[in-house]
Nanobody
């Protein structure tokens, strides 16, 4: 079965950086679009960043453009999210996600993704 396992979260001060990782198994990783979402308490899950199978195309939420970078290593079945200049409003649980079938574009709705990791907490203190 498909498994997505995130790591790298933790408490960070505003202005700091973190690098999240997500290791995937049970799917042909190198053919799948992958994405990161986040969810703050009392809010809906929101798209953060996505990357197509080749890494040639990426997409970001406006709120993180210029600060976050998504990348992937297909040889290691891993997708990364480098987060710089973190702000308190970036706080939340960060989830790695994969769609049900391989796509050639990045979708931004949570409903378009079937497989989810367990999430990793990212609290940003002011």
């Amino acid at each position: 079965q498909v498994q997505l396992v995130e790591s790298g979260g933790g408490l960070v001060q505003a202005g700091g950086s973190l690098r999240l990782s997500c290791v995937a198994s049970g799917l042909f990783f190198s053919t799948y679009t992958m994405a990161w979402f986040r969810q703050a308490p009392g809010k809906e899950r929101e798209f953060v960043a996505g990357i197509i199978w080749s890494g040639d195309t990426t997409s970001y939420a406006d709120s993180v453009k210029g600060r976050f970078t998504i990348s992937r290593d297909n040889a290691k079945n891993t997708v990364f999210l480098q987060m710089n200049n973190l702000k308190p409003e970036d706080s939340g649980v960060y989830y790695c996600a994969a769609p049900q079938v391989a796509l050639t574009l990045v979708r931004v709705l949570a409903a378009d993704y079937k497989y989810w990791g367990q999430g990793t907490q990212v609290p940003v203190s002011s």
